[in-house]
């Protein structure tokens, strides 16, 4: 059996005192991917926010054995930066490599230096969202319903990626809504109105 | 602290500030529009309002990039910087606009209001500039959002504008040194000793206190630590 990458462990966040996710413990597996499902406000974001260290949890624990790549559900992006502009300043050195990414994910090639991010459509600025996540060759990738605003053609290769990152080896997490995909997966957790 | 981390924070600011031409522009030229409508103004309130026009300027300034960083931030910390490496590249960058800002200002007024103590002008345009960069910065950590931080700078400049140097409790607002060499400037016989040292605690303090505002704001617990 492969090494647990992501390990959560009891772990409990609570908003305004109640309790969003109880005691919840789930491990994913190096070259596995899950989906996490629930309604909304069943805390699939919190659950994701807690696992990138961006949420104190009340209690339980977090422990991640590689390096943790995060796309939020909203872009964390500079509106008025180009996307070769992010990718020099999240990758550093290596700059070619995020192109490669975004490359991967379908971006558009004359938008990468043409386009401010402001200027983009939805669905692209969700690619360079999702290339964010993926420059540190992380081996635990948190996504957070990263394919909205993505047409048919950019969704089935979204999830044909999914498939050749977890081939990789790595550990993957994504926020879905969507039970259509569930045979993409390894598992579905289900999160309910208090997991 | 990574010098590469700081300037290419401070590199993506500045391009990002300088895609914000009306933003910018305005934010120089509504102290100048302050300034100007100052001038049939009896006493040292011309000189005040145009001295502390770059207060206007940096903080506001400063107050932007903190905010428009917020989403970015947590982010370039997940993929290796320090918080403190985001903040040190956005005090870069103000710094590297307050030179010409002051060197504006500073300039404006000398020629347009030739004051009795020149040096004195110099030194508080100097100090307010210096001033306002951790002063916006801790505003921007603060603040939930722009109209927040907005009415926060207007509160804090307003009080500290129509307050003078001599009424009770001026010491504790950031400007008071800066306010102090602008009434010598003017030529008010005022004792000038405590304005440089008063500025310097207020340039720490703030400078302390936006450390330690964007740190609680941006943290992000590494949980690759403990496994």
Redesign the interface.
């Known amino acids: 059996m492969n090494e647990v990458l992501l390990d959560v462990d009891r772990l409990t966040v609570k908003r305004g005192g109640r309790p969003v996710l109880d005691e919840l413990t789930i491990q994913v597996r190096a070259g596995e991917a899950i989906a996490v499902i629930g309604e909304n406000g069943a805390g699939k974001s919190t659950l994701l926010q807690a696992?990138?260290?961006?949420l104190?949890p009340d209690s339980g624990?977090?422990?991640?054995?590689?390096?943790?790549?995060?796309c939020?559900q909203?872009p964390?992006?500079?509106?008025?930066?180009s996307a070769a502009?992010h990718l020099?300043?999240?990758g550093?050195s290596a700059p070619r490599s995020g192109a490669r990414i975004l490359g991967r994910l379908g971006f558009p090639r004359a938008d990468v230096a043409g386009k401010?991010a402001r200027e983009l459509s939805g669905g692209t600025r969700q690619k360079l969202n999702v290339a964010?996540?993926l420059?540190?060759d992380a081996g635990v990738l948190l996504l957070d319903e990263p394919y909205q605003g993505f047409d048919n053609g950019t969704y089935l290769d979204f999830w044909e990626l999914v498939g050749e990152w977890r081939d990789e080896g790595r550990a993957v997490v994504v926020v879905t809504h969507l039970l259509a995909e569930s045979g993409r997966v390894d598992r579905v957790v289900e999160l309910g109105a208090c997991s | 602290m990574s010098a590469k981390h700081v300037l290419a924070v401070a590199v993506a600011h500045r391009r990002e500030l300088l895609r914000r031409r009306f933003a910018v522009g305005m934010l120089i030229a509504l102290p100048l529009a302050f300034y100007a409508s100052a001038a049939s103004a009896e006493g040292s309130f011309v000189l005040i309002t145009g001295g502390l026009g770059v207060a206007w300027a940096l903080t506001g300034t400063g107050l932007f990039v903190g905010l428009a960083s917020r989403r970015l931030a947590p982010r370039l910390v997940l993929s290796g910087y320090r918080p403190n490496e985001i903040l040190a590249g956005q005090m870069l960058l103000l710094a590297g606009f307050a030179l010409p800002m002051f060197a504006v200002f500073t300039s404006i007024l000398l020629v347009a209001e030739q004051p009795a103590h020149s040096l004195d002008l110099v030194v508080a345009v100097l100090l307010t500039a210096l001033i306002a960069v951790p002063l916006g910065l801790l505003l921007g950590s603060l603040c939930r959002g722009e109209l927040e931080g907005t009415l926060s700078l207007i509160g804090v400049l307003g009080v500290q504008m129509s307050l003078p140097v001599s009424a009770a409790g001026a010491e504790a607002l950031p400007f008071y040194g800066p306010m102090v060499l602008l009434e010598s400037a003017y030529g008010t016989q005022i004792d000038t000793a405590v304005a440089v040292p008063h500025s310097i605690v207020a340039i720490g303090l703030l400078t302390a206190a936006a450390f330690a505002a964007w740190n609680r704001r941006v943290r992000v617990a590494d949980v690759t630590q403990s496994a």
Do not use: I, K, N, W
């Open positions: 696992c990138a260290g961006l104190r624990q977090v422990r991640a054995r590689a390096a943790v790549g995060y939020p909203e964390g992006v500079m509106e008025l930066l502009e020099e300043l999240f550093g401010l964010l996540a420059l540190d």
